[in-house]
């Protein structure tokens, strides 16, 4: 299997649009998402996501993809549709979507060095 293989769609196409895409200067988005909620959303879902996540951090055989990313969007109080209403909000502006996919980039390389995982309660 390929780290790419079963990827979520919502998530690919979040991230597709997030990487293409920049956002305005507010900072409630559709979906009553802040960008900062956006960014560590999306951190995480990128670690449960094995194309996204640094080659060294893997998921615990027990924790299928799919019950990992659900973990993730409950704890944090985020639905598919919040997280794809923001991501479409966060059109015409390259520069900044740039710096929130550094953003997200950065905090997904940080959790996965601090042995961040979806199935612990530490660090949400």
């Known amino acids: 299997m390929t780290r ?22 507010r900072a409630e988005r559709p979906g009553g ?5 956006y960014v560590q959303v999306m ?3 990128a670690l449960v996501d094995t194309a996204l996540a640094p080659s060294d951090f893997d998921l615990p055989d027990s924790l299928p993809r799919d019950s990992a990313r659900q973990l993730v969007l409950r704890r944090w109080g985020v639905s598919d549709t919040a997280l794809l209403a ?6 015409g502006r390259p520069d900044r979507m740039q710096e929130i996919w550094t953003s997200i980039r ?11 995982r979806p199935d612990r309660s530490g660090g949400s």
């Open 43 to 45: 951190a995480r879902l």
């Open 106 to 116: 950065e905090l997904a390389d940080s959790l996965a060095k601090d042995g961040w």
């Open 86 to 91: 923001h991501a479409e909000a966060l059109g």
């Open 4 to 25: 790419a293989a079963g990827a979520p769609p919502v998530l690919v196409a979040g991230l597709a649009l997030a990487c293409a895409a920049a956002c305005g200067g």
């Open 33 to 37: 998402l802040a960008d900062s909620t």
